[in-house]
């Protein structure tokens, strides 16, 4: 980096933001990880306020600058969402990246960027006009909107949840996983590792659609049968739960 | 900028550049317990309590951190005595090296201050952050959960092992009951089997405290980065993008140019001076085939350039300066295609000498043989053939390879440095550098961890040709990814056996070809293909015996000495052909191993016709013999605690709950080496002092794994003092005496060895001194015990009266002793490994949910540092097994080269550890003892492998145990 800004209105970070050259820092355990000599001048979102976890009407209005430790200790998320972003990092970094974070990096293998998905994520975007709200899987598809900031992450917390994935190992970051939720008797399913981003599966056929870019963990075959297995198991899972699951 | 912000309670600011990291800041301030693991966070060895929560430090901007408190583990370095929590961790032994200690015992301090009685699962949550190489975590957990008992007011016991009775007579196998239960007991905590031969002893097999808990626990400066020499320069090496390339022009006038640049090497200004890195005994195996830069690179991170600079970003913006014209040669990366016609040739210059064939990348061809093996086939009424492929991971230690040189006031080279070889390294460098011997000095501080990747001298010629250039001080610290594509890795090796078994499953010969890769340079390649062909060939009796072996060049990252050394390769092929000859004879596999492993008294026959020395054939007059084997104990032992008999159960094989599980357990037979006989030596020098006490110069090299305290403990046990009577200082060339080096699992019984007859040396003359002043005249008769030498007839006198009369009354002489030692015989530590798994049969993926090995190391010095080695080596050897693998694209670059992408262990999804030490005793080793470090690292991977095998009826050959492999293998068997 080769400046730093700690703006402390939403205001001033948009106008900082908007500068070529300039870069939002949330936790930082991405930006920061990167050593490399950078023009890039860090606008630090830290001194917003925008930490909050609460619940509003229906939702759950996560801050963007929570943490994905704070988002796994709140009482106003559901247990099984929590335990997700409990795995999401490990202890010494889940205390440093935040969910703002988590939704502008878009990664396609995040088991909690699923589940934000399947529980009708949309994302709160402050610009020059104010605050509006897009669906998550536009800003995951699309990406940030430039001029805009990411202020918080609102979910629906209600529902039965299942979720399956394969790893090497049981804490590895899953080559494919499915977050599956039932709602008012439908349900939703979330696939990990099968697109560019985390995306919501068609029921029916979970790969429709799905060409996934393969890797040494998991060729493209590989991850489509992974896909339709794993979407299997949560919907026998929840449909097993029946109506009384989703209470 | 200035940062101003709370560090341990006390206001601190400072200047920082918005792109330092907190980690660096926190260590230019003093706080030594931050060390580096990485850039980007996921090792937590630089963990430290932000706003009271565990987060890397290296992850989080100086800058960010202004207004937020900080704490290190120096705020809990109040006294002299260690705080509860230190206390913990340093009494159950979850340190090894100790690198990570900081992170650990803040992460403790954060979770109990919110939870003074939290879960296992909270724990091991807690620790999710911290990746320890060392242990299996097992004692990290225990450590919490006693610091939380101790904080509640509780007293727990002294922590120890579990003492068991001998389910055998150590000879016989005895059948295991299904209804005989496992003892029960945490899983941090080794389950002892005493032997009657072996006494009961003051210090020796006890679990004594390490000698260097303290300095680990408080976060002292104790690593090679902990001692910055004042106008110290950082060195960073320019580094080959090219698999395989000739360098056709270099210009480093930019990075010259450069304010801040001190010094730019590479071929055009350095002496080409030809050797071999590898930490070896003199004369270093040949081929001769490395400089420290030439004009060819033979893999993706190769050498090409280093620059010292007054920083680390100005050395690393001028490595960028530095232009470079390649001349791009076609690479090879698999030895299956090495030795093809049209392979490109890695080794065309004219002044390296001893390949075997050079125009076919063919370094080594490796012969043994014992007996008519022709005969033994032709005649056998059952022989098998299988080939297995074994691939390239890397040791991973979390302190990444780190060396500081300079010339000191007498234009000395002294070189700090994370070795295993600080010996070897002395008198490697000095051809490179252009100096004597007697001109260097290599000092080895604590290291986190080397597992056999610093039994090299993998960075020091760079740092001292450095430091004679500009005449100052110049510190290289490799980053994880050079630690993983530019230090050393395992060798990959495609492996064939067969075997001709007779009628009755006895076993008539065994053949074994491995056809080894040791990427672009021959170090350790050639006693690494020989330790896999011992290993392969040693476990089983047969009359006829043959080993043959290619070793190739090929453009991978260079592999080297990995704990295990050859073993873990040789032992997977021959564990998982064993299974699979026991299947298809339709034998019960361990009535099969068992008829044919080597017992008491039992030749090793094709020892001696495999080593640096060896003569390849013929009859010699004498071969080694087993000498002691718990092997019958470990079984039976091994057996109980793994419920084998649930093999035969199909209710537990196919859980109903659970359709797509398949559960299976497995077993593999272990046998290793103890030092290698003729060759490894060490060295050991004992001085008496006013107080009594002890001061021990071992040139013995502690990596973590506890030498320095195991070895004191022998000492202490002949001088009848307690082992803090004896203070160790270990591994400086310039002061203790020699020792080969930390590897070969030598260093319990060799350099422990020579600490008992230098013991022993002072031991006689402190009787004597003590005859003298008790007016006895056999000195013969008096015993040293608790700090005093006692007469028959009850009269004592202290040690430390002894010490005050000879150093100061009469007859003044210094009581010292000197000892070396080297051993014709190299006794096998013997082990049952077992292996629990789950695998889904719809997705491939394998759980490994219970690993247990009984081990007979001998006599365990202390039993909590030999468990932790097993700990720790069954997990470095689970992920072989399971999960890493060092993946190269087309082109030769790794993709992985970090931790996450490249997947170790964490505390959150360890399987259950349990371990057995079964005593016996070897009569060659001090006190009993045999080895125990490496022993651990070659089973694991067989018997993941016939689980898997017991649980699905598939056999897999390659490794690792990766889901798509195993869905592939599932799918095919289908």
Known sequence: MAAYHRPSTIGAALELLAAPDRVALAGGTLLNADRAPSRLEAV?????????????????????????????????????????????????????????????????????????????????????????????????????PAGTLITAATIDPTGAVAVAATGRTPADVPIVAAYGRRADGAVAVALTGVAPVPVLADGSDPTAGLVPEGDFRGSAEYRLELARVLTRRVTEELAAAGDEGER | MEIAFELNGAPAVVEAAPHESLRAVLRRLGMFSVHYGSDSGETGAAAVLFDGKLASADVISAAQADGHAVTTVEALNVSPELDPIQAAFAAVGAFQSGYSAGAMILGAKALLEADPDPSEAAIRDMLSGILDRETAYAKPVEAVKRAAAVLRGDRPEPFGPLVLEPMTDGVRPTAVSPDDEPPAGPASVPRLVPSREVPDMAVVGRPEVKVDAVRLAKGNPAFTDDIEPRGMLYAKVLRSPHAHARITRIDDSKARGMPGVRAVLHHGNTPRVKYASGGQSWPNPHPYDQVSFDDKVRHVGDRVAAVAADTVEIAAEAVRLIEVDYEVLPAVFDEREAMAPGAPVIHDEDDTHHICDPERNLVHHITARRGDLESAFATAPHAFEQTFRVHQVQQCPIEPHISVAWLDSDERMVVRTATQVPFHTRRMLAPLIGMDIKDIRVIKPRIGGGFGAKQEMLIEDIVAHLAIATRRPVRLELDRAEEFYASRTRHPQTITFRTAVDHDGKLLAQDMYVLGNTGPYGTHGFTVQIVSGLRGLSSYNASAKRFTCDVVYTNIPVPGAYRGYGGPQGEFALEAHMEDVARALGADVIDFKRLNWVKV??????????????????????????????????????????????????????????????????????????????????????????????????????????????????????????????????????????????????????????????????????????????EIDEPCTIELRNRRAHAPDGRSVSLEEIALDSLHMQEHEQIMGTASHVSPDCPPPFGAQLAEVEVDVETGQVTVTKLVMAVDCGVAINPITA????????????????????????????????????????????????????????????????????????????????????????????????????????????
């Open chain 2, 601 to 774: 008294g039992d030749e090793m026959d094709i020892a001696p016709h495999l080593g640096e020395r060896a003569p390849a054939e013929g009859e010699l007059d004498e071969y080694p013999k087993i000498m002691s084997s718990g092997i019958e104990e470990c079984m039976a032992q091994g057996l109980r605690e793994s419920g084998w008999h649930r093999r035969n159960d199909p209710a537990w094989k196919r859980p109903a709950d659970r359709p797509h599980i398949r559960r299976g357990i497995g077993f593999a037979f272990a046998m290793h080496g103890t030092a290698i006989p003729f060759l490894d030596m060490g060295g050991c020098s004992i001085k008496l002092n006013d107080d009594g006490s002890f001061n021990m110069l071992i040139g013995a090299t502690d990596l973590g794994t506890g030498a320095d305290t195991v070895i004191g403990q022998i000492a202490a046990e002949v001088l009848g003092v307690p082992l803090d009577d004896i203070k160790v200082y270990s591994s400086d060339t310039d002061v203790t005496p020699f020792d080969t080096g930390a590897y070969a699992s030598s260093t319990t019984y060799i350099s422990g060895t020579a600490a008992l007859r230098a013991a022993e040396a002072v031991r006689k003359r402190l009787k004597e001194r003590a005859a003298m002043l008790l």
């Open chain 1, 44 to 144: 630090d979102l830290q001194a917003l306020g925008l930490n909050r976890i609460e619940t509003v009407g229906g939702g759950v209005r996560i801050g963007a600058m929570a943490t994905l430790g704070e988002m796994s200790e709140s009482p106003a998320v559901p247990d099984r969402l929590r335990a997700v972003a409990r795995a999401e990092a490990p202890s010494t970094l889940r205390t440093l990246a935040t969910v703002g974070g988590l939704v502008a990096r878009r990664r396609p293998d995040s088991l909690l960027l699923a589940a934000l998905l399947a529980h009708r994520g949309r994302v709160a975007l402050a610009g020059p006009d104010g605050e509006n709200e897009e669906d998550l899987a536009r800003v995951l598809g699309e990406g940030v």
């Open chain 2, 867 to 974: 468990s932790g080695q097993v700990e720790g080596g069954m997990t470095q050897a689970l992920g072989y097994a399971h999960c890493e693998e060092m993946v190269l694209d087309d082109e030769g670059r790794m993709v992985n080269p970090s931790f996450g992408p490249y997947k170790i262990y964490r505390a959150d999804e360890m399987p259950e550890t349990v371990v057995y030490l079964v005593q016996t005793m070897e009569d060659s080793g001090p006190f009993g003892a045999k080895a125990v470090a490496e022993i651990p690292k070659d089973g694991v991977a067989p018997a993941v492998r016939n689980a898997i095998l017991d649980a699905t009826g598939v056999a897999i050959n390659d490794l690792p145990f990766t889901p798509e492999r195993v869905w592939r293998a599932l799918r095919a068997h289908a």
